[in-house]
């Protein structure tokens, strides 16, 4: 190799190991201020904040809230620090203000069991608070917690109309999603080591309409009120159809803490109709005696002529009215002679 290209050689290698010399120290000092940046954050306490959109009546459940860190020059003297506040204690406790998901919680914002205001804290807007006895066997066996969603099932006796004298026993489910505010007198679950206690309560208080208030209150009156717990599936399913059908309208440009709120109050709205009911007869056959006999059509006047025929007569034309002479009833025609 001669000299020429020797020289054009290692003038080649020595740009080369020039390009890459300042390229890596291009790309070092472009890390490094990330890198200090990053170090300089301030790690600060841990503070309690909303898992999910908080609007306001929600009992707070362990899935609602969580610890999370948070700056330390942002951090808020109202703000539950973790390892100063117990969570388990603030289970059970009522949102007085609405909070969004991912801010903080602050104290003022809840309402614990026993303070002035809690149970009406708790309702929703336009809502009543009604309290119904229970038994072991009619609570469910003490399965049923603040927060939980029921149906209300009414069993009664009804006067048998058949001739037999037997009354006709029915239960009818008057009531659907119906939020459960407390048991007894308290509206917090009991959590020992980390297992919620089960416990009896002789009383459910309920959260309603005013309507519905009316409704729960006759029905005492009527039979026996027995309490069904609802899954929670069940009630994403009927919001679901609800929002198909058009029952619940979220409006055009709502953001995502309006819609929530929205679908949370329409989660815990309480259905009043398309109730359904189930008789003795429904349950045994031997129950069927008691099933009240619908009565018979009324027959109707025939009218005289040759045309007349046995049996029922032709429905007469133009108004009409009933007459009944003892225990006959017949139907004669307004203006006929």
């Known amino acids: 190799m001669d000299k020429k290209k020797l020289m054009l050689l290692l003038g080649a290698l020595i740009v080369a190991i020039g390009t890459a010399m300042a390229a890596r120290s291009l790309f070092a000092g472009a890390s490094a201020p990330q890198a200090e940046a990053a170090q300089q954050v301030p790690q600060g306490p841990k503070v309690l904040v909303a898992q999910r959109a908080l609007p306001v009546g929600t009992i707070i459940t362990a899935d609602s809230i969580s610890f999370q860190a948070w700056p330390k020059e942002m951090v808020q003297d109202a703000y539950f620090i973790d390892g ?42 336009g809502m009543r608070a009604v309290t119904i006895p229970v038994s072991q066997k009619t609570g469910v066996a003490g399965f049923v917690f603040p927060g939980d969603h029921i149906d209300l099932v009414l069993t009664q006796s009804v006067r048998g109309e058949g001739g037999s004298g037997e009354s006709l026993k029915a239960a009818e489910t008057i009531l659907r999603n119906v939020r459960v505010l407390a048991t007894d007198q308290s509206t917090e679950t009991e959590i020992v080591e980390g297992k919620t206690v089960v416990r009896g309560f002789s009383t459910i208080t309920v959260e309603v309409t005013p309507k519905i208030a009316e409704k729960v209150a006759v029905a005492q009156t009527i039979g026996t009120i027995s309490l069904a717990l609802r899954s929670l599936a069940d009630n994403q399913a009927e919001l679901d159809q609800a929002i198909a059908s058009g029952t619940v309208k979220v409006p055009a440009g709502a953001t995502k803490e309006q819609e929530e709120k929205l679908l949370g109050q329409a989660m815990n709205r309480p259905v009043d109709g398309g109730t359904t009911f189930v008789t003795g007869g429904d349950v045994s056959r031997f129950q069927r005696r008691s099933v009240p006999v619908a009565p018979a059509a009324p027959r109707m006047a025939e009218p005289a002529g040759p045309s007349a025929s046995p049996g029922f007569a032709a429905a007469p034309q133009g108004p009409v009215v009933r007459v009944t002479r003892g225990k006959n009833t017949v139907v004669e025609q307004v203006g006929r002679r």
């Open 84 to 125: 100063e506040a117990d969570m388990n204690k603030l289970l059970g406790t009522v949102v007085r203000y609405p909070v969004t998901a991912g801010q903080p919680v602050t104290q003022g914002a809840l309402v614990s069991p026993g303070d002035r205001g809690f149970l009406a804290a708790a309702l929703g807007p």
